[in-house]
T-cell receptor, first 117, second 113 residues
Framework: GAVVSQHPSWVICKSGTSVKIECRSLDFQATTMFWYRQFPKQSLMLMATSNEGSKATYEQGVEKDKFLINHASLTLSTLTVTSAHPEDSSFYIC?????????????FGPGTRLTVT | DQQVKQNSPSLSVQEGRISILNCDYTNSMFDYFLWYKKYPAEGPTFLISISSIKDKNEDGRFTVFLNKSAKHLSLHIVPSQPGDSAVYFCAASEENTGNQFYFGTGTSLTVIP
């Protein structure tokens, strides 16, 4: 199956700083990538849809100025958590659909654990 | 508002027996459903899917059943193996929303050797 990578896998940052998380499709080009957030023992919550070459579409309740998404190329989307606070600590996961397939499967990255101290 | 629900947070099954994981949804426009398996600190991996034109899809030990009138789907794993122990998420999508998926809260399956 298609491969999606994320970097870093784990990051600790101080409150008030910004953190960038990268999501890459390694063997396919993805015009659309998705960013999810998972709280402990809770569902994956879709944060935004990242579209290559255009602005991301954010879900209701997600602050677009706090969670900056850039989809600069067909294989890379970045999520920047700006002015991070402890409540932003979470597990962030990206996904992408392989346009070469006719199914709706989404391939997920391994996730990034963010801890804000 | 949780559009996809998994009411059982956990399930324990003896090795070799059948595991049945359930999922309910509220949006009648959902027409594509998937099950994902997730280990701690890892991203979900795709397991099996079903579209609304079918009521059953089988792949090896995994079978997904869809009851559209009840807005209910279930994942059957038989026989269950210890390696199946993980959190299972069901997800639903409406074709016209651009592949945005809505996930259930997950069911943690433990298969006891």
């Amino acid at each position: 199956g298609a491969v999606v990578s994320q970097h870093p896998s784990w990051v600790i940052c101080k409150s008030g700083t910004s953190v960038k998380i990268e999501c890459r499709s390694l063997d396919f080009q993805a015009t659309t990538m998705f960013w999810y957030r998972q709280f402990p023992k809770q569902s994956l919550m879709l944060m935004a849809t990242s579209n290559e070459g255009s602005k991301a579409t954010y879900e209701q309740g997600v602050e677009k100025d706090k969670f900056l998404i850039n989809h600069a190329s067909l294989t890379l989307s970045t999520l920047t958590v700006t002015s991070a606070h402890p409540e932003d600590s979470s597990f962030y996961i990206c996904s992408a659909r392989d346009p070469r397939t006719s199914t709706y499967e989404q391939y997920f990255g391994p996730g990034t654990r963010l801890t804000v101290t | 508002d949780q559009q996809v629900k998994q009411n059982s947070p956990s399930l324990s099954v003896q090795e070799g027996r059948i595991s049945i994981l359930n999922c309910d949804y509220t949006n009648s426009m959902f027409d594509y459903f998937l099950w994902y398996k997730k280990y701690p600190a890892e991203g979900p991996t795709f397991l099996i899917s079903i579209s609304s034109i079918k009521d059953k899809n089988e792949d090896g030990r995994f079978t997904v059943f869809l009851n559209k009138s009840a807005k209910h789907l279930s994942l059957h794993i038989v026989p269950s193996q210890p390696g199946d122990s993980a959190v299972y998420f069901c997800a639903a999508s409406e074709e016209n929303t651009g592949n945005q998926f809505y996930f259930g809260t997950g069911t943690s399956l433990t298969v006891i050797p």
